[in-house]
Every structure is written in C-alpha cells, then in structure tokens.
C-alpha cells in the first residue's frame, strides 16, 4: 500500500479491523440521528430497507439499524468530503423522485420506489449522475452494515458460531 492509501483500501482495512474484533450493530435508535437530519435519516433507512427488506427467512436492513449504523460512521468520518458525499447522495436520490414523480422518495409509492432503485442499479457498471454514483456507495454500505449486524449475521446467514458441525451442508448463495 503507497502512501496515500485509497478508499477501497481504507475500506478493506476497516472491514478486516472491524471483522477481528467482532463488530454487532445496535439496535436501531433512529429518535435523534447524530449526522442526518431527520428527513435525511427517514430516506436513508428507507432505502437500505428497500435494499436488504425483511422477508421470509429474516429481518432486513431497517431492524438491523444500517441506518442508524451508517448515520454513526458518517458523524465520526474524519473527512468533511465524505460526509458531504453522503448529503449530496441522498438530495441527488431525492431529486430523481421529485424529476420523476414530482414527490420526496419517502412519498412516493413502494413500487415507484422500487422502479427509480432498479433504473439507478441498472447504470451501477457506468454511473454517470451523483445518483447512480451515490447508489453504488449506498448498496455497498449497506450490505457491509447488515452483514455485520447481529440480524445478518444469525438470522440471515445463520451462522452458528465455531462450533463442529456433524454434516457441512453447503449455503446456497443465490
């Protein structure tokens, strides 16, 4: 690694980092956001929602608290400009609801909301607006988030721990 490390790089650092010493998000405590102001929080936890929902076999992003998480990580970056990066996401997110329904993303409908993700996912190998941009960032953290959440990390992957297992069954991964 250079000097002048890169994001991903630091990333890669912090995941190891956070990974060796056991990281658990807490519970979601969304009544005073640290960074986000309240509307902004609202969007956020939305959309990583909508990102990693609940269904069938477990809790999605919203009851793992990502929101809450990533509102905590984006209070404590050293960075003004990743923090900035993080506004101008979600505004830029905002906008392409307000372009396409003439509402804020929280109001429009679920299946509205769905259609703007998927348009924004579809440009994810050549993003050219900070929407598409910002998507890749957001997917990318919320993943990491919930996967590292208590509820991802039992509940979704069902791991059990060091523990011998009698048969390796396999996981299915799509």
């Known amino acids: 690694m250079d000097a002048n490390p890169h994001r991903r790089d630091l990333f890669k650092l912090f995941t190891a980092a956070m990974l060796a010493n056991g990281l658990q998000l807490e519970g979601a405590t969304s009544e005073k956001p640290l960074f986000f102001s ?4 609202a969007l956020l936890d939305k959309l990583t929602d909508l990102i990693i929902p ?4 477990s809790p999605g992003a919203h009851e793992a608290g990502v929101a809450p998480f990533i509102d905590k990580t984006v209070a404590e970056a050293f960075l003004p400009e990743d923090k900035e990066s993080w506004r101008k996401g979600l505004a830029a997110i905002d906008q392409v609801a307000h372009d396409s329904a003439a509402k804020p993303f929280v109001n429009t409908t679920e299946k509205q909301q769905i259609v703007l993700l998927k348009a924004l ?7 050219q607006t900070e ?8 997917k990318q953290t919320t993943a990491f988030a919930y996967y590292s959440s208590k509820i991802g990390i039992h509940s979704d992957m069902d791991y059990k721990g060091n523990v011998i297992l009698e048969q390796f069954v396999g996981y299915d991964a799509t």
């Open 131 to 138: 929407a598409e941009k910002f998507f890749t960032q957001l």
């Open 54 to 57: 609940t269904d069938s076999h």
């Open 121 to 127: 996912a579809e440009k994810e190998k050549d993003p």
């Open 38 to 41: 309240a509307d902004e929080f």
